[in-house]
């Protein structure tokens, strides 16, 4: 018990200060705005004088910019056509129609209006490539640019940042992941200190962080005492990684209990506006829990919308799926900007793969693609007002400006000043590199 | 006619029986024990002692020693753990160690796999696999496919014909018999994908990469691909009788909408699930993707059903004539294989005639691994699903054994795994897991974390004692889809029409159920005023709403909760317990996991054991009857980890309770529940 809780005290001591810099005047602009409803759908676009602030802000990035990830996670692979890369007039487009955004000649699909009001801050990626098809192994190789193999398991980029940079925050988790299963981002052969802390629904936060109340400081030690004399003889006889592993669970639960800042994972403490700003949807409020964290020093936050495997009804689904993710991303953005958080905050909303640009009409659907799709990065030295690559007129191949999932968690990386090139060896001794030797796309910074 | 001739051999004869045996009444009947060997060992003792030989063989010429034998203590808490899902009580545990019969481990391992907590334990196995989930689709219950994987384990149905069942079953899903159909259900729209999925789960076998492209480091092609889809070509996720009077029923309802909400609201309770099951015994044809991009063949052609490796299936199929295609109609191109109209050649019972095949080596192969793994702690073949042709098993003869164990035994799995359980080996000392690329088989069984079902059935014992007291029989709650089925199949579309406007809602006959429905209704209606009160941003109401569903939700779960884990919602929902430990979300294939996570550790100490484990639960009520703290403090250890305490352990427990009382009896049991040793099965 002693020295794990020294250390944990030492560490909240020293992080004290925390990393809430925003400065009070957007800050309180930006809840003003909230409250009196700027974000919604009518009035998007508005908050001139928080933008205005904001551009002055954004000063001049470099690469290495960013100090940490908001990573928005479209499970079960978003339809490129009916969200960030519509083709109004083409066969393949259905239903969906396309909308004009801030930003001359790049448009969005419908169901994007509010984003469309911050084109200027976001790049689009539209010529995304994955060879992989099916879910678990798509969703593996966006997260760790590796193929899903029987044999190792890599780590997700999440987990590289934990383990390859000192943390803003130690009394924090490194890695967090809100709303998905918490399989989706994975922590590989490093160690389970690595592994993001799972976060089911945000609105919930962080359960049974306290100590109940009837057992006392000195009482809890005393049992922990004991604890730790019962677990040492047990690893001793059989130590084997899983059960160190959960020595490690079990002492950054106790740093994570005495951590000043264990308060972050309590949105009630948030203003009643900035909550309805975000929209009461799980993954709205997911990003809202995402930036408390950002701006207390998490250095990944993985935040999951689920239910993008539109087979069946993929367009009645986009009028559900859609909304949530318009309000939340761009709340976050604005959000971000007004705390003078998005030059060193690196958001990036991503998808395993796309859909086919056919229409199977039976059902209404679209099948999985992972030949041409879309994504988008904003924040941490991005050069916003861009959509960079091209595909067909229809969808279905890219024209120019490839970007293989590979070369996107690159350039993920290399905003993060992580050398995509360096190697890393794992414990059986073979080398990985945090992106497969991915390329970053150097025009999609400023 | 048919100008098709179609061969089945016996093998699909067997799966007509099988499906006939499936039937409710012929299944109550026939609840005898199934083994009926053939050649090979001939009982559980003699497949032990030959899968013990083995071994001591294999070690040997590793230069290893077989492990130590365990103790009682050790034995009882491993055997239950693994083959009930569960810790022992106190009780089961101290009359095993007093048991002098010389034969009581094997005795244990024979009680244990015949009991009821054993099905529970091998559900959790299954559904896993299955991805057994409660809602199949929007409108389609998962109940009945729940319904007969546990039916199939309490009847201890050979494996062989549990599979055909799943591969080949037709029918209206919400029918009673008729669950297997959601084996297919399941991937509603996706036949590749469940192709996919069933090579997988029942032949090891990896070949999603080509469903897209010829895999690029084994041998399938994408050809290889589709001419497995070709034998599930033509299904449909509409059962038969349901085509004739779907359409009828979608007008009426939409008819009805524009009138009256609340009747169409009842109407579409009436006809949930009403359509959904499966048609069409197989076309054995299936297409090349339209953007096929080999020189072999050109996209978009026609190929027959053929199976990629072992004995091939009797189908006699051809290509027919493609219809020369029309000008100028580019949208049903979009349509793909729906447009296709080929004729039924009962190609799906051939497949699931030639998955299940005793001479198809890797079927029998797979499920004796991943038994072995179960028990074990690793396979002998890892991964246990990625199977290529110059695979070797750790130990190629005593996997061959093992295969042929299956196989022999009229592949009746618990035989196969009690006979694994009575083996010495299984006696010997936990072994820590070996580093991945170590070749030889670890000297005893390897040292797992508790699976999340494990440490909830573990916990519950704690919490309430009989936790097996809280399994139902299989199938109880698909019975009132049942009902409604046969009741609303009946009725013409007027009637289902008329009872509507009635504005009545029959309930089911079972009380229980009745009351669990109104339940669900309840919850339903205030569903509907929650997104109401959301959407006027009404921040009261829609708390207070949240709260009356919460309430609501936990009645629904019998006894607040407090139930097996196999009887609570699959999978459990986020953020339960079940969840925080593994429990696999069921999407993907055993996406259980056993890591270690900080939630865990948080719920284990502020939230589960401080509030479950104190007044009123089991384990404090038996530490309160007991007068000594010694009593105590042994009874506490046995409980919990299985064990009496040490003397040292014992020593420092009573030194502490003459400091701080009582307060020290829930320290021990706090800390007891936090240890490694309580979590891991050694």
Known sequence: MSRSRTRSQARSRASSHVRLRADDVSRRAFVRGAASGLLGVAAAGA???????????????????????????????????????PKPGAETQGPTTAIDTNVDGIQLSQHFPLLAQSM?????????????????????????????????RHPSMGAWLSALREPENPTLPGHVSVGGDIYSAQGGFLSSRHYPLPIGDPDAGLQDAYRPKTVSDERFHRRWERLQGMNEEFARTIGTPSVAAYGEAYDQALALMESADLEAFDLSREDEAVRDAYGRSRFGQGCLLARRLAERGVGFIEVVSGGWDTHNDNFESMEDLCPPVDRGLTCLLRDLEARGLLRDTLVVLATEFGRTPDIVEARSGRNHYPKAFSGLLAGGGIRGGQAWGRTDDEGREVLENPVRLQDFSATIAYALGLDPEREHFSPSGRPFQVANKGRPVLGLFA | MNPITTLIGTAALAAVQAATWLAPDAAASKRSPTFDPVRGATDVAGAAARIDELLEAHWSAQGLRGGDIV???????????????????????????????????????????????????????????????????????????????????????????????????????????????????????????????????????????????????????????????????GVQYVHGDARARGRELIQAGRALRDQNQQAYRIFRGLTRGMAAGISGSGTGLARLP???????ARPNAILTAEAPFGPAPELDIAVPAER??????????????????????????????????????????????????????????????????????????????????VVDSGFDLRFVLEAICSTTAWQREAQAEPAPGVAAIPTGPIIQRMTAEQAWDSLLVLRIGDADGTLTAPGFDAEAIYEQYDRVAQMSVDDILAEARSGRRIRPQNPRLAQRQKLREEARALGRQLAQARRQRDAER????????????????????????????????????????????????????????????????????DEAMAKGSAI???????????????HAFEAILGRPPTSRERREWLSDVRRFGDEAITDLVWVLLQTHEFLFIG
């Not at chain 1, 960013?66 to 339809?79: E, N, P, T």
């Not at chain 1, 192994?137 to 193999?149: A, N, P, V």
């Not at chain 2, 799906?348 to 080596?361: G, L, M, Q």
């Not at chain 2, 038994?371 to 699903?385: A, N, S, Y």
Request: charged fraction near 25%; glycine fraction near 6%.
């Open chain 2, 620 to 634: 404090q009520s038996a530490l309160g009857a007991l007068d000594q703290p010694a009593a105590k403090i042994t």
């Open chain 2, 71 to 233: 103790d009682d203590h050790a034995f009882a808490r491993r055997a239950h753990l693994h083959l009930a899902g569960r810790v022992p009580t106190v009780e089961e545990l101290r009359a095993f160690v007093a048991d002098r019969n010389r034969d009581k481990r094997p005795e244990l391992i024979a009680t244990l796999v015949r009991s009821p907590a054993h099905q529970s334990r091998m559900y959790a196995f299954w559904a896993d696999l299955l991805r057994v989930v409660d809602r199949l689709g929007n409108q389609v219950s998962g109940a009945p496919y729940e319904h007969f994987v546990k039916q199939a384990l309490a009847d201890n149905m050979p494996y062989d014909a549990f599979v055909r069942e799943l591969l080949s079953a037709e029918g209206p899903a919400m029918q009673r018999g008729n669950g297997a159909t959601g084996y297919l259900m399941r991937d509603r729209g996706m036949p590749e994908d469940n192709m996919a999925n069933t090579m997988r789960v029942f032949l090891g076998t990896r070949i999603e990469c080509a469903q897209c492209h010829n895999h690029p480091f084994d041998h399938w092609t994408q050809q290889d691909f589709v001419r497995l889809v070709a034998f599930q070509g």
């Open chain 1, 120 to 152: 200027d801050k976001v790049a689009l990626v539209r010529t995304l490539q994955s060879t992989q098809g099916a879910h678990a192994q798509g969703r593996y190789f966006l997260h760790t640019s590796y193929e899903l193999r029987g044999t190792i």
């Open chain 1, 47 to 85: 908050l001139p004088a928080a933008n205005a602030r904001a551009a002055s802000l954004t000063g001049a990035p470099r690469r290495g910019a960013a100090q940490r990830v908001i990573f928005l996670y479209m499970s079960g692979g978003m339809s490129h056509l009916d969200t960030l890369d």
């Open chain 2, 324 to 405: 020369p295609a029309r000008r100028g109609r580019r949208r049903s191109a979009n349509r793909g294989r729906n447009r296709d109209n080929f004729p039924e050649a009962d190609s799906r019972s051939a497949f699931a005639a030639w998955v299940s095949s005793a001479e198809n080596d890797r079927f029998a192969q797979v499920i004796a691994n991943r038994l072995w793994k179960l028990v074990m702690g690793r396979g002998l073949i890892e991964p246990v699903d990625d199977i290529r042709d110059d695979t070797l098993a750790a130990d190629p003869e005593l996997m061959a054994f093992l295969t042929q164990l």
């Open chain 2, 542 to 609: 829609t708390a207070a709403l949240r709260e009356q569903i919460d309430a609501l939700r936990q009645q629904l779960s019998a006894g607040g909760g407090l139930v097996r884990a196999s009887e609570l919602p699959n999978p459990a929902p986020d953020g339960h317990f079940l969840r925080n430990f593994g429990q696999s979300d069921r999407q993907q294939i055993e996406a259980s996991s056993r890591e270690a996570n900080v939630p865990q550790a948080l719920n284990l100490m502020n939230g589960l054991v």
């Open chain 2, 290 to 296: 339209k953007d096929y991009a080999y020189e072999d």
